[in-house]
């Protein structure tokens, strides 16, 4: 056999085929971006956006409020009546790591797994072969809304999220050690830094990409059984939270 | 007449035996294969969904007014003997895109769309119109096939599970249709548990349809009656 790529493949077995088709799944939803200009695609876009963005605002917002009230109480515990190591501790972990992470978890839970059964029922039902048969494909169709949708909804309540849990934690601060609400304010945005903005973004970015392309590489795998639905569903989010952690991982150490 | 449609020594794997005939421009023909598999991977072939195992189809290039003789050549075939990735993850040929239409037995509709959606899918997505523009397309093919003026609204924003299958069947006829492709490859099964005057509209929707220059192919895993010549 020459060929070094079906070399490699033979040679990392199951898991090298996995990985390759994958990497075909990332490298065409890429390259059929600009699919994007297609009415059906923007109609699913928007679809989308409005499942995974606008519905899941109430529980990004219930979460965010809690995460706010959790840390500055267990951190005003550990370090007494300190305001600003207080709001520091505050800025640092939800900028940081629990907005960007906390929202992709609820995302997963949400979005990823009815993504995954969603695919996997078309496939079982021979959706996806009439999609093809008309020329459609599914990549472009099925995989790159969901995609962008994904990665904006993350993008928005990875914000979203961060302003409700700071703004929970200044407001139980000041209520609980009696400083100015407004000193808070002025001292949250001398603390926050350029770089740690940017870091929340890109991980909001890159989470967006990995928890829809994993539900729509496991969705899209399904052959043939109803019983491989829910399994479908149950890998990509178990997938997903893997992948996520491990992105989170690589970029907290390529960034900070 | 001129040649639309050619299969050239095609062999699926399923049979063993070559299979080469030539549709022109206003014929419709039947075409009879021992089993389902085979019909299967045959329509796949002909709508250009996979790559033929073995030979070629072309389709004459050209529009239903003035048929060119130009012939599009079926590329995808070295792509996929090359290449042994699902074709799934890759991009689509461009051979028979927009211009082999498929009408699926049971419609081949997509569940979480309308039947309005689904009729006009392809048809935004290949030709980029905008809905408004396909609307009067799609009432005047509604009313050829058999569908009564007052059932067009209901009929059109119901969801796929919610409807009968002849209706299913007249959604899929009806996307195809739109399309104007120069080859409809119409599985025959389309045609099985139909009330007999909405069958007889159907036959005579393709027959006015193959007149304005296109072709039509029925691809069968059994013996039907249809009005057409089989291909031998």
Known sequence: MNNPVMRLQNFFGEWGLSLRNSMALVVHTFASLLDVR????????????????????????????????????????????????????????????????????????????????????????????????????PISYLVVPRMLALTVASMALTFYFNVIAIATGMIVTAWNIDVSLAGEVDHFFEMVSHIEIIAALLKSICFGVMMSLVPCYYGLSVKGAMTQIPIAASRSVMGGIMTIFACDGLLTVLIF | MNPVYRFASVRSKVSGSALSFTLHAGELRVLHLPEKDEKNAIIDYAVGEKACMEGTVEIVQGDRRGIKAVVARDTEERRVKDDPIPLLWQPLGNNRKRRAAWVAANGGMISNLRIWENIVLPLWYHLWR????????????????????????????AQPYSVELWQLKLAGLARALVLSPLVLVVDAALFDNIREPIKNRWIAALESYASGGGAVLVVSDREMSLPWKKIE
């Open chain 1, 38 to 137: 297609r009415w059906p695609v923007r109609r699913a876009l928007l679809k989308q956006l409005y499942f995974t963005g606008i519905q899941s605002v109430q529980s990004i917002t219930v979460m965010a409020v809690l995460t706010g009230l959790i840390m500055v109480m267990q951190v005003s515990n550990l370090v007494g009546r300190n305001e600003l190591l207080t709001l520091q501790v505050l800025i640092w972990s939800v900028v940081r790591e629990l907005g960007p992470l906390l929202t992709a978890i609820v995302i997963v839970g949400r979005s990823s797994s009815a993504i995954a059964s969603e695919l996997a029922a078309m496939q079982v039902n021979g959706e996806i072969k009439s999609l093809q048969r008309m020329g459609i494909s």
């Open chain 2, 130 to 157: 905008e809905p408004e523009e396909a609307e009067q397309k799609v009432a005047q093919w509604l009313e050829v096939l058999g569908l009564e003026a007052h059932a067009h609204a209901k009929f059109m924003e």
